[in-house]
């Protein structure tokens, strides 16, 4: 069984800065792309940045220049570099990973629980 485990959200001041971390652990043969994503209350999760398995990000336009995904595939680990962060930057984090658990079985996605960022004003 696979496990996806977010860790690093909490309360921040408005200018401050975060870094996020998540964790995948149990059977897994190989990791694609990384992802982080958001849901604010009250609204639609977005995506924020992702990484693929060669080092090629994307990111939402609304943290770019302030937000950096990286990853440490030795420990199977994609971490989320938040900083200038400001009041809209309020959700919950959640790290979705396409994995496959075996060489002969396909890709699927597996999500986190999520941790939640709180940017006060």
């Known amino acids: 069984q696979v496990q996806l485990v977010e860790s690093g959200g909490g309360l921040v001041q408005a200018g401050g800065s975060l870094r996020l971390s998540c964790a995948a652990s149990?059977?897994?043969?190989?990791?694609?792309?990384m992802a982080w994503y958001r849901q604010a209350p009250g609204k639609q999760r977005e995506l924020v940045a992702g990484?693929?398995?060669?080092?090629?990000?994307n990111y939402a336009d609304s943290v770019k220049g302030r937000f950096t995904i990286s990853r440490d595939d030795a420990k199977k680990t994609v971490y989320l570099q938040m900083n200038s962060l400001n009041p809209a930057a309020t959700a919950v984090y959640s790290c979705?990973?396409?994995?496959?658990?075996?060489?002969?079985?396909?890709?699927?996605?597996?999500w986190g629980q999520g941790t939640p960022v709180t940017v006060s004003s």
């Open positions: 979705p990973a396409v994995l496959r658990t075996d060489v002969r079985t396909r890709q699927y996605q597996s």
């Open positions: 149990g059977s897994i043969f190989s990791i694609n792309t």
């Open positions: 990484i693929a398995n060669g080092g090629n990000t």
